[in-house]
């Protein structure tokens, strides 16, 4: 599938990877979409991957290149610090998505968010901003005051790894303010997997066991279950009420 450019709000075109569904008797289209923000690896072919495998469940995903703007090197440190502050280029670029999706002929208007590490942090925080009508939180790093956060929020589906030293608690924290915030939602800690399990880079680098030993690595047997998981859940909230109004602008 190929890549395209979207309208930025400041004018500019934004690079993102589209991947389409292939149209069936059942799925004519048009489709839900979802956006899918990469990890600080960037928009590479592991994100396409993840944006195929929904395209193939019947969800046009779009993802956007957050470091369009400078690549990698010049981007990552100051999109994590938008991600900090909770505002930014890197907001906006995402919602640019966002519009673009719903404005398509070939989508129903209803759009969810899928996200992994970097991006399941900007995941987590969008479900909370009415905009989105599902997130799917993949090892974000979870905020203190993430009750206020969810104040309001779609559903939220959210998977990380009990072998993730970097997040350790941030499953049960997410479930507590879900909870708290009576937001619907399924959040799932697999005991063996790692940081980035749902991520094939993380197989294939050649850093794969300097990842491991920092606590990152793909594990298939929890990845196909989270996947599973994601696509239930986007069904019902995606597929299932397509018939409804979509989320305000």
């Given at each position: 599938m190929p890549m395209t450019t979207i309208a930025a709000t400041d004018g500019t075109r934004l690079p993102a990877y589209v991947s389409l569904p292939v149209p069936t008797s059942d799925r004519p289209g048009p489709w839900p979409a979802v956006v899918v923000v990469h990890d600080a690896f960037g928009l590479g072919d592991?994100?396409?991957q993840q944006a195929d495998w929904l395209a193939a469940a019947g969800y046009l995903a779009l993802a956007?290149?957050?470091f369009s703007r400078?690549?990698?090197?010049?981007?990552?440190?100051?999109?994590?610090?938008?991600?900090a502050?909770?505002?930014g280029v890197a907001f906006d670029e995402i919602e640019a998505a966002r519009r673009h999706l719903q404005e398509r002929d070939d989508t129903t208007g209803r759009t969810g968010v899928i996200g992994y590490c970097m991006g399941g942090g900007f995941a987590l925080l969008l479900a909370g901003r009415a905009t989105f009508d599902v997130a799917s939180v993949n090892y974000g790093q979870v905020p203190d005051d993430v009750e206020a956060v969810l104040?309001?929020?779609c559903?939220?589906?959210g998977s990380f790894g009990g072998r993730d030293t970097s997040l350790r608690g941030a499953a049960a924290a997410l479930t507590r303010g879900l909870e708290a915030a009576g937001v619907e939602h399924d959040v799932e800690e697999y005991p063996r997997a790692r940081h980035g399990f749902l991520n094939r880079l993380a197989a294939a680098s050649p850093l794969t066991p300097l990842m491991r030993a920092a606590g990152?690595?793909?594990?298939a047997d929890a990845a196909e279950d989270a996947k599973r998981r994601i696509l239930t859940f986007f069904d019902t909230h995606l597929r299932a009420g397509a018939?409804?109004?979509p989320a305000q602008d």
């Open positions: 592991d994100v396409r956007p290149d957050l400078g690549g990698a090197r010049r981007c990552l440190r100051g999109v994590f610090r938008q991600l502050a909770r505002e104040a309001g929020a559903p939220v589906i990152v690595g793909y594990d018939a409804t109004a």
